[in-house]
Nanobody
């Protein structure tokens, strides 16, 4: 079992930056691949970014590539999502997720075993 708690969301103006964090508690965090997803009202859950258990490999959705950076600290059992050049269309609840397995389809929410409750990000002037 792994418990995940996100933090760092808030209201930011277009073009601004935010840093989200996800703290994990439980066993063997470093053996889990991790992902960030987001969900806007009335829309399906959308892949944002993912990182391998070691941190050596990252994946990003095309919509955030070059603007968002995902990282992890296996000593602190945390992952971060640094978001820059934020746009109104980035507004959503952001959720972190953990996967322990083959990780065949990193962009599919069905791949992930554990989820946090989410943190709201609102990009508006």
């Amino acid at each position: 079992q792994l418990q995940l708690v996100e933090s760092g969301g808030g209201l930011v103006q277009p073009g601004g930056s935010l840093r989200l964090s996800c703290a994990a508690s439980g066993r063997a965090f470093s053996s889990y691949a991790m992902g960030w997803f987001r969900q806007a009202p009335g829309k399906e859950r959308e892949f944002v970014a993912a990182i391998s258990w070691s941190g050596a490999t990252t994946y990003y959705a095309d919509s955030v590539k070059g603007r968002f950076t995902m990282s992890r600290d296996n000593d602190k059992d945390t992952i971060d999502l640094q978001m820059t050049s934020l746009k109104p269309e980035d507004t959503a609840v952001y959720l972190c997720a953990a996967e322990k397995g083959a990780w065949d389809d990193v962009m599919s929410p069905h791949e992930y075993d554990f989820w946090g409750q989410g943190t709201q990000v609102t990009v508006s002037s």
